[in-house]
DNA sequence: GTGAAAGCGCTAACAA
DNA sequence: TTGTTAGCGCTTTCAC
């Protein structure tokens, strides 16, 4: 199958130059297509690195010229498909303009992400792509990057008092849209499962589902809104209550999907009928949407294109632009757990 | 908030040296807590090294010393939480003895991997985990990576003929513990999913399926056997078409998770009662086995821990060992889909 | 069109 | 205990 192993000894372009015997400037200039080198010397160059498998040493370029082409790519948690999704579209502009990812995963936590920084730093990275930590609360390490001129760009979780160019997604008008959804079905009593802790996108959505209902002249009732932990369990919790105490509600908006998949099944399992007597809707757009039944109406965050534009904003700040930050529109996506108009 | 920014200039140990009237390999010694420093020079040295805002060149210390702690990671595709979850389990593993992961995605293209090796050994990388591409059917590149004494480490996705430490599930012990589970709880028509193309996981988990029905006395249906594409559509498919025949069968065994999710959702539609009258078991544990009801059973592949088993096994052969490959044992996840014993 | 030479920022062998 | 020196493998300026 393989053969037999030949061992490759280390070959530079010092060893080309003598094979050919010409200097090795001749041919480092000719691998790297300089004009003013003769296309023949440049063919006899190039077959002889290949024959004796030159591979050039990206370190040393890289030392020399200060590039190195290797962007550092921050998350809080690779587990998390959010975040996968996005590294995948980082990963995948980045990969068309040559360039490499180095990854880190902060795990949540404040040193992790000072150390990334650190080892991105020493790395000499040409650039880092970073999404904050939830217990960040100061950003020095951050502002070191800048310092050293290295572009920085922010992507979901970002801190407005960097001012570096970020994108992420619109969550008041990702709330607003489903929101407005729902009562565009006829639902007029519309129940919100919110976040405990004071999160970003937690308000965010819940403004936006406040406006909508304003917006289309519909009372904000406060014994609508449930706060509690991200879980399925608190979205079960939050129905069973709602039917315990017989609040009349007919449809409802979850701040992610997981809590909208609890609800959504404690519904069905005490014979609510889904979408005929309440409609479902929740945010993230989750795998698992298509695959309950009915299928659970979400709202989509556009992970992979995140991950594309953060890594867009990082090119065009090296082509020497300040690239504005990007604000996102999320996607309405309708499925059956909300849908009782045809 | 940010402060103004001041800008740093580069520091390299010669700064710190005229800085400290020393010899700037004096710096070095001191910096990287060589034995044959005063105590005294090293305290002053670092001092100094951290008002400067000194950080370590990596380039300049990995082009002269021969090491990057770099480890380079291929894998088919992020998008897919399999492989995003050993991604994680080797860069916490890496993280922990001071290596850094450089990503690559082959997106199960074979010039991408050719390329992504590439990549990898210009960046003279100590390392490289790789899953191999589907379509990958000629190993030169890979043999490349050996011949330049680059360990070499492979998971899940592994090419014998390369004759390198490995780290995989045993999919044939997962078909047959899956079987085993349902035979155990009473059912005896146990009929089986798998995929028409000639794929080791599918096959090894039909090899696992029958041989637990014959190592407990039981007939191998042929007509029991679907073979279609891996989706929940054709679980869905395949329970119809068994029902429409009015095959008889009493549990279910597909080869993945969502192929099962289908085909519950077929049988639950058509009001047969699960686990009561047809018991349901899938493959890989989906975060959404827990949410679906009843609970999808279904056996674990251990990602996290194949990605750490992984970069140990890399972490060995730097330490000059040649680690055996290793196999893997899947766990068994009954929940409440072919649980109809209490 | 090609060559000579300096230097990127470190490590490490050899001196003192 | 500290200093001197020689590279690692490239890029790039200046000659010719």
Do not use: W
Request: hydrophobic share 40%.
């Amino acid at each position: 199958m393989s053969g037999t192993l030949v061992f490759l000894k280390k070959v530079t372009i010092q060893d080309i130059a003598e094979a050919l015997n010409i200097s090795f400037s001749t041919v480092a200039r000719a691998l790297n297509d300089h004009p003013a080198i003769s296309p023949a010397t440049k063919k006899r160059v190039r077959e002889a690195a290949r024959k004796m498998h030159y591979r050039p040493n990206k370190l040393a370029s890289s030392l020399r010229s200060g590039k190195t082409h290797v962007v550092g790519v921050i998350v809080p948690n690779l587990h998390v498909s959010f975040f996968s999704s996005v590294v995948h579209g980082i990963d995948t502009v980045l990969n068309e303009h040559q360039y490499s990812l180095l990854l880190y995963q902060s795990n949540e936590s404040l040193g992790q992400e000072v150390k990334g920084i650190d080892t991105f730093l020493r790395s000499r990275v040409d650039g880092i792509i970073a999404s904050i930590t939830r217990e960040t609360s100061h950003y020095e390490h951050y502002d070191e990057i800048r310092k050293r001129h290295v572009p920085l760009i922010l992507f979901d979780r970002v801190a407005e008092s960097l001012r570096v160019p970020s994108v992420r997604i619109d969550d008041y008008k990702g709330g607003f849209m489903a929101t407005e959804h729902l009562i565009a079905q006829g639902y007029t009593n519309i129940a919100h499962i919110t976040a405990e802790q004071d999160l970003a996108i937690a308000t965010e959505r819940l403004r936006g589902y406040r406006d909508a209902l304003i917006r289309h002249g519909l009372p904000v009732q406060e014994e609508l809104i449930c706060k509690g932990p991200f879980s399925a369990d608190f979205g079960r919790a939050c129905v069973a209550s709602l039917l315990d105490r017989k609040v009349p509600f007919d449809a409802l908006f979850a701040l992610e999907d997981f809590t909208a998949l609890g609800a959504l099944q404690e519904l069905l399992e005490r014979g609510v009928r889904v979408p005929d007597e309440v409609g479902v809707i929740g945010f993230a757009n989750e795998s698992f949407g298509t695959l309950v039944t009915p299928g659970l109406s979400s709202v989509d965050q556009q992970t992979v294109r995140m991950g594309e534009i953060a890594a867009e904003l990082f090119l065009g700040t090296v082509s020497g632009n300040t690239p504005a930050s990007v604000m996102l529109d999320p996607i309405l996506v309708p499925r059956a757990s909300s849908l009782r108009i045809r």
